[in-house]
C-alpha cells in the first residue's frame, strides 16, 4: 500500500547485553504470545494488562500478528482546542527531554487520539531505525491497527502503561520496549493524546514512568484550570437563564455532570440544590441515567452544528408520566462548554428516547474483573456490590470475594455504569450497587455508613457532600 511502512523484524545484535531475568521473563511471554496467536488461550505468566489487550487484538480487532506494514493515519482530522492546548504542553515536555532520550537511545513521540503520531524526538540512529518501521509522524498506532503497543494501548487506559519486547501484538516489535501515557479530558474521560517513549533492544530507564506519569500531570493541570474557567461561564449561562424563566433549571458539562441545580431539578436528579460544582474533578454525577444520555447525544449533536438546540422526553421519580425537557447547548469561543436543560420546555430538533440510547436500570451488562495471572471473570452488575478505589487499581467487592478490576480508575467505571442506574458514587473511594445495600447506620453528626450484603458486610462510609442524594435514593 502506498505511503505505508512495512514492519521488517531487526537482525538481533550479538553485541546487545541483556540480563538473565530479563531473557527468562521475555522467553516466557514470547511461548505465551506463540501459543495465543495460534488461537489456544493458556497466556500463563503473561501481564492482565497486557493478556487483555492481546484478546482485544485477536479477537475484537483481528490485526495480523505478523502484520508487514504500519497503516497511514487518516489525513484530515480536527482537533479540540483542549488537543491543541494539550499538544503544545506535551511537545514542551518532550522537547525538554529530548537531549536526555537521546543519551539513553531512546525515542520519545507524541500521538493524537486516534493514534496518529504528530511528531518525534531522540536518538538520531534509533529515530531512523524507528521511522524505517513505521514509528514516525502520519502513521497510525491505535490498538485497532497494530494490536498491542504502549501508544494504542494507553489510549484504552487511565494510568501509564509499559509494553516490553513479547509484549507486543505484532512480532516485528519484539525487538523494542515501551512506555506510553494518554492525557484525558478531565469532563468527558476521553483521551485528548498520548505520550511515548521507545527504545529499541533494551529495557526502558526506570525513571520512564515517572517521567511520564509528571508530564502527564503537568498537562492535566492546566487542562484542569481551563474546565474550572468554562464551569464558571456555565454558571453565569445558568445565572442568566435562572433570571427569564421560572422552569426547573440544571447546568451540565458535555458528558453530563452536574454544574448546578435549582431546587426542583436537584431532586429529580438526586444532588444538592443550588451548589455549584465548578471543578470537574468534584461534579455531581445525577441520578437520572437518561439525561447523561441527552446530554451526552446533545454534546455529540452540538459539536457538528453549533446552533442545534433539541427536545426529548426523559422519565423521573416524579411522576408515572414521562417529562418534557429543553436543551440548549452552551458555548465559549466557539468552544462547547456544556448545556441548559429545563424541564417542561420544548426546543428545536424533537428526538425519540431511542436516539439518546435510554436504559432502564438492570441493562444486563458486564463487569470485568481478575483472577490470577491468566483468568478474567466476567461478573453482572448484581454480583458487584462495591467498587473501591486504591489509587489507580479498583477493587471490586463481590460474591466470589475481593477482585481487582480490568479497568484503571473509578471514575471510568462509574461512567460506564452510569446507564444501569443502579450504581451511586457515595464517597471518593466508593462506588456502591444500591440494591446490595442492607443496613444504614446513622451516627451523631448526621454522617451515614451503609452496610453491604456482601460475604463479608462490607460497610462504606458516605461523604457529606454525598449524604442527601444517598438518602434520595434509599428513600430515607
Not at 537531549?99 to 518525534?120: C, K, Y
Not at 518501521?133 to 501508544?151: D, I, K, Y
Not at 489510549?155 to 512506555?179: K, N, P, R
Not at 526506570?206 to 484550570?225: D, F, G, P, V
Request: charged fraction near 20%.
Amino acid at each position: 500500500m502506498s505511503g505505508e511502512r512495512r514492519l521488517q523484524p531487526i537482525p538481533r545484535n550479538p553485541t546487545t547485553t541483556t540480563s538473565t531475568t530479563t531473557i527468562s521473563t521475555n522467553t516466557e511471554v514470547l511461548r505465551a504470545w506463540e501459543r495465543f496467536v495460534q488461537g489456544e488461550d493458556d497466556i500463563y505468566g503473561v501481564r492482565p494488562e497486557v493478556a487483555i489487550s492481546w484478546k482485544r487484538s485477536r479477537d475484537q480487532y483481528r490485526v495480523n500478528p505478523f502484520l508487514s506494514e504500519v497503516p497511514n493515519a487518516v489525513s484530515q482530522v480536527t482537533h479540540s482546542l483542549d488537543q491543541d492546548v494539550v499538544f503544545a504542553e506535551l511537545g514542551f515536555c518532550a522537547a525538554a527531554m529530548a537531549h536526555e532520550v537521546a543519551d539513553a537511545g531512546g525515542v520519545v513521540t507524541i500521538a493524537d487520539a486516534n493514534g496518529r503520531v504528530l511528531s518525534a524526538w531522540g536518538d538520531k540512529t534509533t529515530r531512523s531505525i524507528a521511522s524505517a518501521g513505521g514509528l514516525a509522524p502520519w502513521f497510525c498506532w491505535s490498538e485497532s491497527a497494530v494490536g498491542t503497543n504502549s501508544m494504542g494501548t494507553a489510549l484504552t487506559s487511565h494510568s501509564a502503561v509499559m509494553i516490553e519486547q513479547s509484549e507486543h501484538w505484532c512480532q516485528a516489535f519484539h525487538d523494542w520496549s515501551c512506555g506510553a501515557i494518554a492525557v484525558r479530558d478531565l469532563v468527558t474521560r476521553e483521551p485528548l493524546a498520548v505520550l511515548n517513549i521507545s527504545s529499541w533492544r533494551k529495557g526502558l530507564p526506570l525513571s520512564a514512568r515517572r517521567w511520564l506519569e509528571k508530564s502527564a500531570a503537568h498537562t492535566q493541570n492546566s487542562l484542569r484550570k481551563r474546565a474550572q474557567d468554562s464551569g464558571s461561564e456555565l454558571l453565569a449561562a445558568y445565572a442568566d437563564a435562572r433570571g427569564q424563566s421560572t422552569r426547573p433549571l440544571v447546568a451540565v458539562d458535555p458528558a453530563g455532570a452536574v454544574v448546578i441545580a435549582d431546587d426542583v431539578a436537584s431532586v429529580m436528579l438526586g444532588v444538592p440544590a443550588n451548589m455549584p460544582a465548578v471543578d470537574p474533578v468534584v461534579r455531581w454525577t445525577p441520578q437520572l441515567p437518561s439525561l447523561i444520555h441527552a446530554a451526552r447525544y446533545a454534546t455529540k449533536q452540538a459539536t457538528s452544528d453549533p446552533g442545534w438546540t433539541g427536545s426529548t422526553q426523559i422519565f423521573t421519580s416524579l411522576a408515572d408520566q414521562p417529562s418534557l425537557i429543553g436543551i440548549r447547548p452552551v458555548f465559549l469561543h466557539g468552544y462547547l462548554i456544556g448545556h441548559l436543560i429545563s424541564f417542561g420546555a420544548s426546543d428545536d430538533e424533537q428526538f425519540p428516547q431511542t436516539e439518546i440510547g435510554a436504559v432502564m436500570p438492570g441493562k444486563a451488562r458486564r463487569i470485568v474483573a481478575l483472577r490470577e495471572e491468566n483468568r478474567m471473570v466476567l461478573l453482572g452488575t448484581a454480583e458487584v456490590a462495591v467498587a473501591e478505589s486504591d489509587g489507580s487499581q479498583v477493587w471490586l467487592h463481590t460474591d466470589e470475594g475481593r477482585l481487582p478490576a480490568a479497568l484503571s480508575g473509578l471514575d471510568k467505571l462509574e461512567t460506564d455504569l452510569a446507564d444501569t442506574g443502579g450504581f451511586l458514587r457515595v464517597h471518593r473511594q466508593y462506588l456502591v450497587n444500591l440494591s446490595r445495600v442492607r443496613e444504614v447506620e446513622r451516627h451523631d453528626k448526621g454522617e451515614l455508613l451503609l452496610v453491604m450484603d456482601d460475604p463479608e458486610n462490607t460497610m462504606i462510609p458516605v461523604s457529606r457532600r454525598n449524604t442527601a442524594a444517598v438518602r434520595r435514593a434509599l428513600n430515607i
